[in-house]
C-alpha cells in the first residue's frame, strides 16, 4: 500500500504561483511513477504530468500532456518520497482539484494509477 498526502493548495490570484507537494509513505520502493492530474468543477479528471520514480525508465524522467507543458512543472525529492508540481501564471480556468497518484504496476503507461491522494484544491481568482 502507499498512502499519499498532497498540500499547497489555497486561493491564489491570477498571474500567481502555487507549489503543490505530495508525500507518499508505506511501500513507497515498489513506486515507478507518480502524476499529477486536476478535476474542474463539471469537467472530467485531467492528467497533467508524471515523473519516473524506479524500475523501467530511469528516474526522474518526465511525461506531459501537451497543453499542460510551460506552466505546470513536475519534480521530486526522492529521499523525502516527494513528488511537487509548480504551477505558475495562474488562470481562473485553472481552478480545480489537484490530485497526485503513484503506479507500482509494472507495464502501466504514464496514465494509470494504483494509489491516489485525497487531492487539494486550488482556486485561481480573477
Known amino acids: 500500500q502507499v498512502h499519499l498526502v498532497e498540500s499547497g493548495g489555497g486561493v491564489v490570484q491570477a498571474g500567481g504561483s502555487l507549489r503543490l507537494s505530495c508525500a507518499a509513505s508505506?511501500?513507497?520502493?515498489?513506486?515507478?511513477?507518480m502524476g499529477w492530474f486536476r478535476r474542474a468543477p463539471g469537467k472530467e479528471r485531467e492528467f497533467i504530468a508524471a515523473i519516473s520514480w524506479s524500475g523501467t525508465w530511469s528516474g526522474g524522467s518526465t511525461y506531459y500532456t501537451d497543453s499542460f507543458q510551460g506552466r505546470f512543472i513536475i519534480s521530486r525529492d526522492s529521499a523525502r518520497n516527494t513528488v511537487y508540481l509548480q504551477v505558475n501564471s495562474l488562470r481562473p480556468e485553472d481552478t480545480a482539484v489537484y490530485y497526485c497518484a503513484a503506479q507500482t504496476t509494472y507495464g502501466y503507461s504514464w496514465y494509470d494509477y494504483d494509489y491516489w491522494g485525497q487531492g487539494t484544491q486550488v482556486t485561481v481568482s480573477s
Open positions: 508505506g511501500r513507497t520502493s515498489s513506486m515507478y511513477a
